[in-house]
């Protein structure tokens, strides 16, 4: 089982970010191995598409 943690800051704990501060968020680390599912999900939805949806939805992927 998964188990996530969430934190909520309080709104007297959040600190302002001056606007030449670049915020700094962590990096979440991701496997190629791990897209290969996702993206063979999306090529199979393209296949419910009319030619148009399926040409726009393909310039995304």
Known sequence: ??????????????RSCPRHEVPQTPATPVVVEALIPLQKLIEQD????????????????
């Not at 089982?1 to 959040?14: N, P, Q, Y």
């Not at 393209?46 to 992927?61: A, E, M, Y």
Request: net charge positive.
């Open 1 to 14: 089982k998964l188990l996530l943690e969430i934190t909520i800051r309080k709104a007297d704990k959040v």
């Open 46 to 61: 393209i296949l419910g598409l009319d030619k148009t949806n399926q040409r726009s939805l393909q310039r995304h992927v």
